[in-house]
């Protein structure tokens, strides 16, 4: 089974702090994603990777940078969170460009 | 433009109730994916199906089953005899050849309540 973890469920954090979400996956997938998921928006693309220290914008990506210095890891950064950073962001990884990805559990982000 | 609709926001039904859950996609590659997943009450999204495009045949697994028509840009999911573990919300989702590396393209996700 494909396994998808993040560092936390859920998260509180002040405004202006640096902020880390981590996912790792364990099935040596190529791509790895990272989403927010807000109500009455759907899910938004932030950032992906289809390989070490490559990156892609996503439709969402100011505000945010991502780090993949190892295959299976994948980081969200928020340089200075801001309230409107709240929001549940979701992990997920996937084989190449036509499979589907495999979700996280979400980390639900509070920015205050 | 690619585009995914799930015109039904919230759809409450009586546990044993048969349901249909709206999928509309708009593509103008002849190459494309097409994928339904669940995410349940805890978050998690849950992969259900992918389907090509080249592959109209239905597909049925235990109760669920999905209709795909071309003809129509549809990529309908029903659930049958309903379940109050069905509760949750559905995604129908696209991705495409020349897309970018595996962007899904996402709807915005209808809200099933199942009711006992």
């Known amino acids: 089974d494909v396994k998808v973890t993040q560092s936390s469920r859920y998260l509180v954090k002040r405004t202006g702090e640096k902020v880390f979400l981590e996912c790792v996956q364990d099935?040596?997938?190529?791509?790895m994603f990272w989403y927010r998921q807000d109500p009455g928006l759907g899910l938004r693309l932030i950032y992906f990777s289809y390989d070490v220290k490559m990156k892609e914008k996503g439709d969402i990506p100011e505000g945010y940078s991502v780090s993949r210095e190892k295959k299976e890891r994948f980081s969200l950064i928020l340089e200075s969170a801001s309230t409107n950073q709240t929001s549940m962001y979701l992990c997920?990884?996937?084989?190449?460009?036509?499979?589907?990805?495999?979700f996280g559990p979400g980390t639900r982000l509070t920015v205050t | 433009a690619q585009k995914v609709t799930q015109a039904q926001t919230e759809i409450s039904v009586v546990e044993k109730e048969d349901v249909t859950l709206d999928c509309v996609y708009e593509t103008r590659d002849t190459t494309y994916y097409l994928f339904w997943y669940k995410q349940p009450p805890s978050g998690e999204l849950v992969f259900l199906i992918r389907r090509n495009s080249f592959d109209e045949q239905n597909e049925i697994s235990g109760r669920y089953s999905w209709n795909f028509q071309k003809s129509t840009s549809s990529f309908n999911f029903t659930i049958t005899a309903s379940q109050v573990v069905d509760s949750a919300v559905y995604f129908c989702?696209?991705?495409?050849?020349?897309?970018?590396?595996?962007?899904?393209?996402f709807g915005k996700g209808t809200k099933l309540s199942v009711k006992p």
């Open positions: 989702a696209l991705t495409y050849y020349g897309g970018s590396q595996g962007n899904l393209i």
């Open positions: 099935m040596d997938h190529e791509n």
């Open positions: 997920a990884s996937g084989r190449d460009g036509l499979y589907e990805q495999y």
